[in-house]
């Protein structure tokens, strides 16, 4: 099946600094990706969509200039949080989608810790 | 607007017991239907999912679930349970003109040695 890759799976990072998350799809086109958010025993919250070579369409409160995301490539998607702070901690999870295609492919995580 | 309900926060069940997880949903068009499971510290992984055809939908791991239109249901089941499927369970929906989906609050099962 279709398979899709996040580097890196864990972080660290010291508050202020950014930290940038990558999303892969790895064998096929993704032409759509999506990026969520989970807070601990508790759903995805979706953050953003991004089609390929266009702007991101973000969720209502979520903050795009902290938020930075591209979507340059079929392949490839980044999450860029920047400023970071210790609230930003959570599960970072992407997931994609091929065309039109109903089903969406979801990578392994990122854990963000910001200290 | 779409949403999807899981009552239940908690399941919990005997080894060997058959469960059900419940979800209900609410969609404007006709449902795509989908069950994921996530272990500690993981992503999704894919367990099923309804789009046509038989109501009855049979996936990974021995799970299956049945698609009822009336009651707006997608309930998961499974005929005797593991104590390795305990994790937690997501409902998602998405409808045939939407553009992502939408997730319910998630239902953790613990199944009992």
């Known amino acids: 099946g279709a398979v899709v890759s996040q580097h890196p799976s864990r972080v660290i990072c010291k508050s202020g600094t950014s930290v940038k998350i990558e999303c892969r799809s790895l064998?096929?086109?993704?032409?759509?990706m999506f990026w969520y958010r989970q807070f601990p025993k508790k759903s995805l919250m979706l953050m953003a969509t991004s089609n390929e070579g266009s702007k991101a369409t973000y969720e209502q409160g979520v903050e795009k200039d902290k938020f930075l995301i591209n979507h340059a490539s079929l392949t490839l998607s980044t999450l860029t949080v920047t400023s970071a702070h210790p609230e930003d901690s959570s599960f970072y999870i992407c997931s994609a989608r091929e065309g039109a295609n109903y089903e969406q492919y979801f990578g392994p995580g990122t854990r963000l810790t910001v200290t | 607007a779409q949403s999807v309900a899981q009552p239940e926060d908690q399941v919990n069940v005997a080894e060997g017991n058959p469960l059900t997880v419940k979800c209900t949903y609410s969609?404007?068009?006709?449902?795509?239907l989908f069950w994921y499971v996530q272990y500690p510290n993981r992503g999704l992984q894919f367990l099923l999912k309804y789009i046509t055809g038989d109501n009855l939908v049979k996936g990974s791991y021995g799970f299956e679930a049945e698609f009822n239109k009336s009651q707006t249901s997608f309930h998961l089941k499974k005929p005797s349970a593991l104590v390795s499927d305990s994790a937690l369970y997501f409902c998602a929906v998405r409808d045939t003109g939407g553009q992502n989906f939408v997730f319910g609050p998630g239902t953790r099962l613990s199944v009992l040695p």
């Open positions: 969609v404007s068009g006709n449902p795509y």
């Open positions: 064998d096929f086109q993704a032409t759509t």
